[in-house]
């Protein structure tokens, strides 16, 4: 690598890692920029993926304060997508690439789906989560002959609703762990429907799923691909994406849902028209 070629892998990386605090995609950003520059895809998807682990750190921290409160909704779901993360970081060793690349502009138009009908997709979930309470309650005014014991409706509503959460975050993981690119916005999308908060609750949940899944992906590169890793590359991402990531992050949190919203659907619709065209 020359000079010239360091600055411009940084450069990416720096923005990379801010992109990936706000909302994702980053990889977007940097992967297209490394096989410009002439290296191999899987070479260049997996220290791509090794490099941004430094935003990802940097992006988390900056959304620790969203965090508050959503410990044992993190602690239920890191599992999942750590587990999606080494089933999908498998998969990119043994696949071919194609398989995903043409999977993957049809999860991105669903991600952003997600995100853009999110307000009213989450008031819907809730409303069926609460509508097994409001007839009991219902029932109760009414002053029925023979009551139920208990009310096990809720909880099973909410199990279900559980389990849901739980296939759709490990799916994301495998999608993660494989292609890496836009796994953010997948993230945002399914948790900012089912997670009981804002989107900026969502982002910083995705923050941490998506470091999980990476550490994961990085430990099976290490183990299994280490001849693959270029880490000159390496370096320059994680320095640039650590600066950029508590950049993005300082930013992030400073945006309201709507405006954080557009610039997840405009990220979104930007990585679906690299990956078509």
């Keep these: 690598m020359d000079l010239f070629s360091d600055a411009i892998v940084f450069v990416a990386g720096l923005w990379a890692g801010a992109i990936n605090a706000v909302v994702g995609s980053g990889t977007l950003v940097t992967f297209p920029v490394l096989v410009a520059l002439g290296y191999a895809p899987v070479a260049a998807t997996i220290s791509n993926a090794m490099g941004l682990i430094a935003g990802n750190v940097a992006g988390s921290w900056g959304y620790r304060r969203e965090l508050a409160g959503l410990k044992s909704t993190l602690l239920k779901l890191l599992p999942a997508s750590v587990l999606g993360g080494i089933t999908g970081a498998a998969l990119l060793l043994h696949l071919p690439e194609s398989v995903f690349g043409t999977v993957a502009p049809y999860l991105i138009v669903v991600a952003l789906l997600f995100v853009i009908f999110q307000p009213k997709l989450q008031t819907w979930v809730r409303r069926r989560a609460e509508a097994p309470v409001s007839a009991a309650v219902s029932g109760a005014v009414a002053g029925p002959a023979n009551p139920p014991a208990g009310n096990p409706a809720p909880a099973k509503a909410s199990r279900r609703q559980n389990v849901l959460l739980v296939i759709l975050i490990y799916l994301a993981g495998v999608y993660g762990g494989y292609f890496v690119a836009a796994q953010g916005i997948l993230l945002v999308g399914i948790l900012g429907i089912f997670l009981r908060g804002s989107i900026h609750n969502a982002n910083a949940m995705k923050n941490v799923l998506v470091l999980g899944v990476n550490i994961v992906a990085a430990c099976s590169y290490l183990l299994f691909a280490f001849d693959r890793i270029v880490w000159p590359v390496v370096a320059l991402i994680a320095v ?38």
């Design 240 to 277: 640039g994406s650590l600066i950029g990531g508590f950049l993005g992050a300082a930013v992030g949190r400073r945006l309201s849902p709507v405006v954080l919203r557009t610039v997840i659907v405009a990220l979104g619709l930007l990585a679906l028209w690299n990956m078509v065209f």
